[in-house]
């Protein structure tokens, strides 16, 4: 499967909930999408499935010299997931975690700062979340994005994304969370791979994308 762009991949993604979960929109569901490329697609889901749209940033902690490859993530209230495995596979100091997760922090409340500014975050507690993202490769920031989530008492907790890699989508899957993409390729190459338009997106664009909600 090849989407044109995150927008039509967004809309097939939500075919896709609707079809494992015809029940979510009678569920007053919540979509959460990690910017940047998770915003266009989120805001294609929240749309379909009649849902309020926010945002959720989480930060990947690259690997040294190789910073698309995710050792750990951070996410809002302090929580942080590490891949103790690949951290030792990698021989990764401990002072670079604590170097790269504080470098992360800042830029994650950043955008906090720029995408919520003084907007209260929606209160998730009893309530249908489905979190977004343009696509799911290794699972870490997804991981510890869903692990704030959890803590807040959500009713259901899905997490979504158009493509995703196998070993990705069952790392998630072990944490007992429902994992829902509209593809799932033997071979994933990365998630960029399976978008014919995948430009990277700026602030501007998720707040244009924000600012009609």
Same mark, same amino acid.
């Given at each position: 499967?090849?989407?044109?762009?995150? /927008?039509?991949?967004?809309?097939?993604?939500?075919?896709? *909930? %609707?079809? #494992?979960? &015809? =029940? %979510?929109?009678?569920? /007053?569901?919540?979509?959460?999408?990690? &910017? #940047? @490329?998770?915003?266009?697609?989120?805001? +294609?889901?929240?749309?379909?499935?009649?849902?309020?749209?926010?945002?959720?940033?989480?930060?990947?902690?690259?690997?040294?010299?190789?910073?698309?490859?995710?050792? @750990?993530a951070v996410a809002p209230g302090g929580v942080r997931v590490l891949d103790w495995e690949l951290i030792?596979?990698?021989?990764?100091?401990?002072?670079?975690?604590?170097e790269v997760s504080a470098r992360e922090r800042v830029e994650l409340e950043r955008r906090l700062a720029?995408? #919520?500014?003084?907007?209260? &975050? %929606?209160?998730?507690?009893?309530?249908?979340?489905? *979190?977004?993202?343009?696509? *799911?490769?290794?699972?870490? =920031?997804?991981?510890?994005?869903?692990?704030?989530?959890a803590a807040q008492s959500p009713a259901r907790l899905i997490f979504a994304a158009p493509v995703c890699?196998?070993?990705?989508?069952?790392?998630?899957?072990?944490?007992?969370?429902?994992?829902?993409?509209?593809? =799932? &390729?033997?071979?994933?190459? @990365?998630?960029?791979?399976?978008? +014919?338009?995948?430009?990277?997106?700026?602030?501007?664009?998720?707040?244009?994308? %924000?600012?009609?909600?």
């Amino acid at each position: 499967m090849l989407f044109s762009d995150r /927008r039509a991949a967004g809309r097939a993604l939500a075919r896709e *909930l %609707l079809e #494992r979960v &015809p =029940t %979510l929109p009678g569920e /007053r569901p919540i979509v959460l999408a990690i &910017p #940047r @490329g998770g915003v266009p697609v989120g805001a +294609e889901v929240a749309t379909a499935l009649g849902a309020s749209l926010d945002v959720f940033v989480a930060r990947k902690l690259g690997a040294p010299g190789r910073e698309e490859l995710g050792i @750990g993530a951070v996410a809002p209230g302090g929580v942080r997931v590490l891949d103790w495995e690949l951290i030792a596979q990698l021989r990764v100091s401990a002072s670079y975690i604590d170097e790269v997760s504080a470098r992360e922090r800042v830029e994650l409340e950043r955008r906090l700062a720029q995408f #919520r500014g003084a907007r209260a &975050p %929606l209160d998730v507690a009893g309530r249908a979340v489905i *979190l977004v993202d343009d696509g *799911l490769a290794t699972g870490v =920031t997804a991981r510890v994005a869903l692990a704030a989530l959890a803590a807040q008492s959500p009713a259901r907790l899905i997490f979504a994304a158009p493509v995703c890699s196998r070993e990705g989508s069952a790392l998630i899957a072990s944490d007992a969370v429902t994992v829902v993409c509209a593809a =799932t &390729p033997e071979n994933f190459y @990365g998630v960029g791979a399976w978008y +014919e338009d995948f430009e990277q997106l700026t602030d501007a664009d998720v707040l244009a994308v %924000l600012g009609i909600w």
